[in-house]
């Protein structure tokens, strides 16, 4: 009789758990060996990974995906050398586990040191993107951590070709066996069960949708990490450069429009929407952009279709882009803090002490000013690769790289003392 897919994920958890341990003192050396094997590895098997990849887009497109989310989940050669390139570059960075954050004397004479500890065994539940397989693995390694990955149906077989690939390398350079798992599962049952493995999980981190992190923080019984959803505004402000603000806009809607650090809504100043909006309509329209205006943007575009209110609360993920007349930089910054999710947010303007203004006042992980939203992103911060982009406050919140990977304990030393 098989296991059901409980039993299966119960006893990969449980090695991650037991490889965790040996992983939590594995050298510096040995890890950064496996990260460069492991992208060697990718590399050397991109035909198949790719092949595996055909399967999955040839099912995508029979089910009608939609063409963002196409987007997400094609590879190609580019995309398997950039996910190699991310393992050596974390191999590269430097192993947060032992690192010092404090060191103290106490009046007694106690020793007191605050050290960097992996976390134990993550969870990571994530949709379509199968670079998440090999960047997931590379961080989670890289700082000490199990990992048990579990990615969504519509990538099964690129999920299964890559793992394999990075898991037997890993394995051969000698990283413990079963720190790095995969659930070569489409069973929608298994995200249930590793929101129950209390003991097992230390923490889960879902990249994807808003439905997937909403289920997923609602339902968990193991802490989660909140990730991922991005509903992300660009402020046209009065007196702004608006070639400068047309190029961001373009940018930060079109460049990738399925992933979560690209822009949704556009505010624009009402003293320069005569202008602008009519040029950038243009733009946006020989990008295929479908524009959804209020009232006034309308006015100066008459063709705009009519954004509802359900518009300015929604990720769109697909070249949609909602457009908003505002009157002052006091309602920019209320609608974005009404709407945005926490993520990233930016201004356009000639003037700093509004731009200082706007990163003071408004609530999200990454505020920009005068560049495009699409930044956020471990890689482009310098951390190699990322696990996802914390929205919460708690632990971590933007992009999470290495260090946002490790919990901290305490070393005390003394020679004898005890407390009266």
Same mark, same amino acid.
């Given at each position: 009789m098989s296991n059901t897919i409980e039993e299966i994920v119960r006893e990969q958890a449980r090695a991650a758990k037991e490889a965790s341990r040996r992983l939590a003192v594995t050298s510096s050396a040995v890890k950064d060996a496996a990260l460069r094997a492991m992208a060697e590895a990718l590399e050397e098997n991109a035909a198949k990974i790719l092949e595996a990849n055909a399967e999955d887009m040839a099912a995508a497109r029979e089910k009608g995906t939609p063409r963002a989310m196409l987007d997400r989940l094609m590879l190609d050669e580019k995309?398997? /050398?950039?996910? =190699?390139?991310?393992?050596?570059?974390?191999?590269?960075?430097?192993?947060?586990?032992?690192e010092g954050e404090m060191e103290t004397i106490r009046p007694n004479g106690l020793e007191i040191r605050r050290v960097k500890v992996p976390i134990g065994v993550i969870g990571i539940i994530y949709e379509a993107r199968p670079n998440v397989t090999a960047?997931? %693995?590379?961080?989670?390694?890289?700082?000490?951590?199990?990992?048990?990955?579990?990615?969504?149906?519509?990538?099964?077989?690129?999920?299964?070709?890559?793992?394999?690939?990075?898991? !037997? %390398?890993? !394995? +051969?350079?000698?990283?413990?066996?079963? =720190?790095?798992?995969?659930?070569?599962?489409?069973?929608?049952?298994?995200?249930?069960?590793?929101?129950?493995?209390?003991?097992?999980l230390d923490v889960i981190i879902p990249r994807g949708g808003a439905g997937l992190i909403r289920r997923v923080v609602t339902e968990s019984a193991v802490p989660v990490i909140e990730t991922g959803a991005g509903i992300c505004h660009t402020f046209v402000d009065?007196?702004?450069?608006?070639?400068?603000?047309?190029?961001?806009?373009?940018?930060? +809607?079109?460049?990738?429009?399925?992933?979560?650090? =690209?822009?949704?809504?556009?505010?624009? /100043? !009402?003293?320069?929407? +005569?202008?602008?909006?009519?040029?950038?309509?243009?733009?946006?329209r020989e990008k295929d952009v479908?524009?959804?205006?209020?009232?006034? =943007?309308?006015? %100066?575009?008459?063709?705009?279709?009519?954004?509802?209110?359900?518009?300015?609360?929604? !990720?769109?993920?697909?070249?949609?882009?909602?457009?908003?007349?505002?009157?002052?930089?006091?309602?920019?910054?209320? /609608?974005?803090?009404?709407?945005?999710?926490? /993520?990233?947010?930016?201004?356009?303007?000639?003037?700093?002490?509004?731009?200082?203004?706007?990163?003071r006042e408004v609530d999200a992980a990454a505020i920009y000013v005068n560049a495009s939203t699409r930044f956020t992103d471990g890689f482009e911060f310098g951390f190699g690769a990322e696990i996802g982009i914390s929205t919460q406050k708690l632990h971590a919140r933007g992009p999470m790289g290495l260090n946002e990977l490790t919990s901290t304990k305490y070393l005390i030393f003394g020679e004898g003392q005890i407390r009266s």
């Amino acid at each position: 009789m098989s296991n059901t897919i409980e039993e299966i994920v119960r006893e990969q958890a449980r090695a991650a758990k037991e490889a965790s341990r040996r992983l939590a003192v594995t050298s510096s050396a040995v890890k950064d060996a496996a990260l460069r094997a492991m992208a060697e590895a990718l590399e050397e098997n991109a035909a198949k990974i790719l092949e595996a990849n055909a399967e999955d887009m040839a099912a995508a497109r029979e089910k009608g995906t939609p063409r963002a989310m196409l987007d997400r989940l094609m590879l190609d050669e580019k995309r398997i /050398h950039g996910m =190699a390139d991310g393992l050596r570059q974390t191999a590269m960075l430097p192993d947060p586990i032992g690192e010092g954050e404090m060191e103290t004397i106490r009046p007694n004479g106690l020793e007191i040191r605050r050290v960097k500890v992996p976390i134990g065994v993550i969870g990571i539940i994530y949709e379509a993107r199968p670079n998440v397989t090999a960047d997931a %693995a590379a961080l989670c390694l890289k700082s000490g951590n199990a990992v048990l990955l579990r990615g969504g149906s519509e990538a099964l077989q690129s999920n299964r070709a890559v793992s394999r690939v990075l898991v !037997e %390398a890993a !394995e +051969k350079a000698g990283m413990p066996k079963g =720190a790095l798992q995969f659930i070569d599962s489409a069973s929608r049952d298994a995200v249930g069960v590793m929101m129950n493995l209390t003991g097992l999980l230390d923490v889960i981190i879902p990249r994807g949708g808003a439905g997937l992190i909403r289920r997923v923080v609602t339902e968990s019984a193991v802490p989660v990490i909140e990730t991922g959803a991005g509903i992300c505004h660009t402020f046209v402000d009065e007196g702004a450069d608006l070639d400068m603000a047309l190029r961001i806009a373009l940018n930060a +809607k079109t460049s990738r429009p399925a992933v979560c650090n =690209a822009m949704e809504t556009i505010l624009v /100043h !009402e003293g320069v929407a +005569k202008e602008f909006l009519p040029k950038m309509a243009k733009a946006m329209r020989e990008k295929d952009v479908e524009l959804r205006g209020d009232e006034a =943007a309308r006015a %100066a575009v008459p063709d705009m279709a009519a954004a509802t209110e359900e518009d300015w609360a929604t !990720e769109y993920d697909d070249l949609i882009l909602s457009v908003k007349v505002v009157k002052s930089l006091d309602e920019a910054i209320a /609608h974005i803090n009404r709407y945005n999710t926490g /993520h990233s947010e930016t201004i356009v303007t000639n003037d700093l002490n509004r731009a200082q203004r706007f990163q003071r006042e408004v609530d999200a992980a990454a505020i920009y000013v005068n560049a495009s939203t699409r930044f956020t992103d471990g890689f482009e911060f310098g951390f190699g690769a990322e696990i996802g982009i914390s929205t919460q406050k708690l632990h971590a919140r933007g992009p999470m790289g290495l260090n946002e990977l490790t919990s901290t304990k305490y070393l005390i030393f003394g020679e004898g003392q005890i407390r009266s």
